[in-house]
């Protein structure tokens, strides 16, 4: 504080001056947060152009019809091209041409073991090779498949038979463990003998042995590398001169489980069944016990016999008819029933042994004009074209409504797009190449044959599925449908009754959808024919006929007027024959 006087003298005193103010800093902090905007929304354009060039691309890539790019298999490019193109390709470098190819071992005491890559689950042929390279591109969904185009455009992708294999374990494990037990039976041959009611060992025998979980893993490396070469696998050695027995492992070498006889399609016979052997272990023990070092100690064998014998096999073998079913060609071309007869040809005579699958497209093969199939009216995409082999899916579907009256699995089947008029709503089965496909299990105790014709007299095709029904059951099937928008809706169920006419089981056999054919010149219906021909029964009817549920769709709809249900008609006694045709089959094309 100062102290001044002015003129006059009087003193006053000074105000300290007031101290400069600091600039103000607010502009340069809104220059900083219009850069963070800005760069914020660089960062933001940038994120979008990548989210819309990812799903840009996603949409080129799930739309293409085509194997991903710089995409192999053992070494051959199959980037680019369709699964037909693909499995061409594979064919012409050799690739799975062969129907299957065996891995051989060479084992101790002379003993060779073959293993088949198409039963061990590792052997793909061209056709099955192009499916599998192209599932691995399309088979997820839009932003899998987008990632995987991803990787193969930059990084490729290459396939390999083990890549695509699903290794049957079990059939292995069978193939080695049976080779493992004849080496150990063929190493010990001096001291070891199996009669037919025992089984004679010196005590003190030498001892090797085959490593079966070794071999398993040796050999299931070779399959899925898909490397053919011979291998040579040597025994163990495990000791000289023993007063000790491992009787796990003699019980294990001397045991044969009871083997069913079955169909021998070259033979056209059964097989020759085998009884099981085994033996009692504590009485073995003990028999071992009280014997000395050099003697012969024989240890009785307990035989048992198998279910199915050959002479009960063979007195059975397709004695029944377990199911017929005969469907219209009325309304059919020249050349879809030329179609027709072929495809029946080809099924025709197939025997199926318990547990073994049938294949319609794997029966059947490519529709082609070498093999005599015409073009013939097909409905694809909604509309009438001319395919090769246009028609077949009548046989397919005829074996189907089969194999559910011989009631045997049903493992794989897809209705048409649109219904067909030889068969009930629900009950048909379109077939294509290489897919869709209908396919079949015989889950039943004995072979089973299919047999198949076209009857140009009465003018149906008829499928006969014969085999052996001792339980005397019965199928009946019904169906229902109901409205949804463009089409129709139908389930179907089955009903299985033993010899008295007693329900064993029922269940929900499928459900369709179908839909209505527009009513223009260029997409024509197929025309009206008769219904299918009743079953022939092994078994007499049930005392009633069952009452179908009436079925629960996902969403509300409007039944038709009065809802359609199929009950099975009376069992008559002998096929019923179908309405005669026109005199003059039209070209009416019909749903594949």
Same mark, same amino acid.
């Given at each position: 504080?100062?102290?001044?006087?002015?003129?006059?003298?009087?003193?006053?005193?000074?105000?300290?001056?007031?101290?400069?103010?600091?600039?103000?800093?607010?502009?340069? /902090?809104?220059?900083?947060?219009?850069?963070?905007?800005?760069?914020?929304?660089?960062?933001?354009?940038?994120?979008?152009?990548?989210?819309?060039?990812?799903?840009?691309?996603?949409?080129?890539?799930?739309?293409?019809? $085509?194997?991903?790019?710089?995409?192999?298999?053992?070494?051959?490019?199959?980037?680019? *091209?369709?699964?037909?193109?693909?499995?061409?390709?594979?064919?012409?470098?050799?690739?799975?041409?062969?129907?299957?190819?065996?891995?051989?071992?060479?084992?101790?005491?002379?003993?060779?073991?073959?293993?088949?890559?198409?039963?061990?689950?590792?052997?793909?042929?061209?056709?099955?090779?192009?499916?599998?390279?192209?599932?691995?591109?399309?088979?997820?969904?839009? #932003?899998?498949? *987008?990632?995987?185009?991803?990787?193969?455009?930059?990084?490729? =992708?290459?396939?390999?038979?083990?890549?695509?294999?699903?290794?049957?374990?079990?059939?292995?494990?069978?193939?080695?463990?049976?080779?493992?037990?004849?080496?150990?039976?063929?190493?010990?041959?001096?001291?070891? /003998?199996?009669?037919?009611?025992?089984?004679?060992?010196?005590?003190?025998?030498?001892?090797?042995?085959?490593?079966?979980?070794?071999?398993?893993?040796?050999?299931?490396?070779?399959?899925?590398?898909?490397?053919?070469?011979?291998?040579?696998?040597?025994?163990?050695?495990?000791?000289?001169?023993?007063?000790?027995?491992?009787?796990?492992? =003699?019980?294990?070498?001397?045991?044969?489980?009871?083997?069913?006889?079955?169909?021998?399609?070259?033979?056209?016979?059964?097989?020759?069944?085998?009884?099981?052997?085994?033996?009692?272990?504590?009485?073995?023990?003990?028999? %071992?016990?009280?014997?000395?070092?050099?003697?012969?100690?024989?240890?009785?064998?307990?035989?048992?016999?198998?279910?199915?014998?050959?002479?009960?096999?063979?007195?059975?073998?397709?004695? &029944?008819?377990? +199911?017929?079913?005969?469907?219209?060609?009325?309304?059919?071309?020249?050349?879809?029933?030329?179609?027709?007869?072929?495809?029946?040809?080809?099924?025709?005579?197939?025997?199926?042994?318990?547990?073994?699958?049938?294949?319609?497209?794997?029966?059947?093969?490519?529709?082609?004009?070498?093999?005599?199939?015409?073009?013939?009216?097909?409905?694809?995409?909604?509309?009438?074209?001319?395919?090769?082999?246009?028609?077949?899916?009548?046989?397919?579907?005829?074996?189907?409504?089969?194999?559910?009256?011989?009631?045997? &699995?049903?493992?794989?089947?897809?209705?048409?797009?649109?219904?067909?008029?030889?068969?009930?709503?629900?009950?048909?089965?379109?077939? +294509? %190449?290489?897919?869709?496909? #209908?396919?079949?299990?015989?889950?039943?105790?004995?072979?089973?044959?299919?047999?198949?014709?076209?009857?140009?007299?009465?003018?149906?095709?008829?499928?006969?599925?014969?085999?052996?029904?001792?339980?005397?059951?019965?199928? &009946?099937? *019904?169906?229902?449908? %109901?409205?949804?928008?463009?089409?129709?809706?139908?389930?179907?169920?089955?009903?299985?009754?033993?010899?008295?006419?007693?329900?064993?089981?029922?269940?929900?056999?499928?459900?369709?959808?179908?839909?209505?054919?527009?009513?223009?010149?260029?997409?024509?219906?197929?025309?009206?024919?008769?219904?299918?021909?009743?079953?022939?029964?092994?078994?007499?009817?049930?005392?009633?006929?069952?009452?179908?549920?009436?079925?629960?769709?996902?969403?509300?709809?409007?039944?038709?007027? *009065?809802?359609?249900?199929?009950?099975?008609?009376?069992?008559?006694?002998?096929?019923?024959?179908? $309405?005669?045709?026109?005199?003059?089959?039209?070209?009416?094309?019909?749903?594949?």
């Amino acid at each position: 504080m100062k102290i001044v006087s002015d003129k006059s003298g009087v003193v006053k005193t000074a105000k300290p001056a007031k101290p400069a103010a600091k600039k103000r800093s607010e502009p340069r /902090e809104k220059n900083i947060k219009t850069g963070n905007k800005k760069a914020l929304k660089i960062v933001l354009i940038v994120v979008l152009v990548i989210v819309a060039t990812f799903f840009a691309l996603g949409a080129y890539a799930n739309g293409l019809d $085509t194997i991903f790019p710089k995409v192999s298999m053992e070494g051959i490019a199959l980037g680019g *091209t369709t699964v037909e193109q693909a499995a061409d390709k594979l064919s012409a470098a050799d690739f799975g041409n062969d129907d299957d190819q065996e891995l051989k071992v060479n084992l101790p005491a002379g003993l060779e073991m073959s293993v088949s890559a198409k039963e061990a689950g590792c052997y793909l042929n061209a056709p099955d090779a192009a499916v599998f390279v192209f599932d691995r591109c399309h088979g997820g969904n839009f #932003f899998s498949n *987008t990632a995987a185009y991803l990787r193969c455009l930059f990084g490729g =992708l290459e396939l390999s038979v083990g890549d695509g294999a699903m290794l049957d374990e079990d059939y292995l494990h069978s193939k080695v463990d049976e080779a493992a037990k004849q080496v150990q039976l063929a190493l010990l041959e001096s001291d070891l /003998e199996i009669e037919d009611e025992s089984v004679s060992i010196i005590k003190g025998a030498s001892a090797a042995e085959i490593d079966a979980e070794d071999l398993y893993d040796v050999v299931k490396k070779a399959l899925m590398d898909g490397s053919f070469m011979p291998i040579n696998y040597d025994a163990v050695s495990v000791g000289d001169k023993v007063a000790e027995i491992d009787l796990q492992k =003699l019980y294990d070498t001397v045991l044969e489980e009871p083997v069913n006889a079955k169909y021998d399609p070259e033979t056209k016979a059964a097989t020759e069944s085998v009884n099981g052997r085994s033996f009692d272990m504590d009485e073995a023990q003990r028999l %071992w016990d009280a014997a000395a070092v050099g003697d012969k100690v024989v240890i009785p064998l307990l035989i048992t016999e198998p279910e199915i014998s050959t002479d009960k096999l063979n007195s059975m073998l397709f004695a &029944e008819v377990l +199911s017929q079913k005969s469907t219209s060609l009325s309304g059919s071309s020249s050349a879809r029933v030329n179609n027709i007869t072929r495809a029946a040809a080809a099924i025709n005579g197939t025997v199926l042994n318990p547990g073994e699958e049938f294949s319609y497209n794997g029966t059947v093969g490519e529709r082609t004009a070498s093999k005599g199939y015409q073009g013939a009216g097909a409905y694809s995409g909604g509309k009438v074209v001319t395919e090769i082999g246009g028609g077949i899916c009548q046989v397919s579907s005829t074996l189907y409504y089969c194999t559910l009256y011989a009631n045997l &699995e049903i493992t794989s089947r897809l209705c048409h797009m649109f219904g067909v008029s030889y068969l009930p709503a629900g009950l048909d089965a379109t077939v +294509s %190449w290489p897919a869709p496909d #209908f396919k079949f299990k015989n889950d039943s105790e004995y072979p089973i044959k299919i047999e198949a014709f076209v009857d140009t007299s009465s003018y149906v095709v008829t499928v006969r599925i014969h085999g052996s029904n001792p339980d005397g059951i019965r199928v &009946e099937m *019904t169906t229902e449908t %109901w409205s949804i928008p463009n089409g129709y809706g139908a389930v179907s169920y089955r009903w299985v009754y033993d010899k008295d006419g007693n329900l064993i089981s029922k269940k929900e056999e499928d459900r369709s959808q179908y839909s209505y054919h527009t009513d223009d010149n260029d997409d024509p219906a197929p025309s009206a024919s008769p219904s299918p021909s009743a079953e022939v029964s092994p078994s007499p009817s049930p005392s009633g006929t069952p009452t179908s549920p009436t079925p629960t769709p996902s969403t509300p709809v409007t039944p038709t007027p *009065t809802p359609t249900t199929t009950t099975p008609p009376p069992t008559p006694t002998t096929p019923v024959d179908p $309405t005669p045709p026109p005199p003059t089959p039209v070209d009416t094309p019909m749903d594949w």
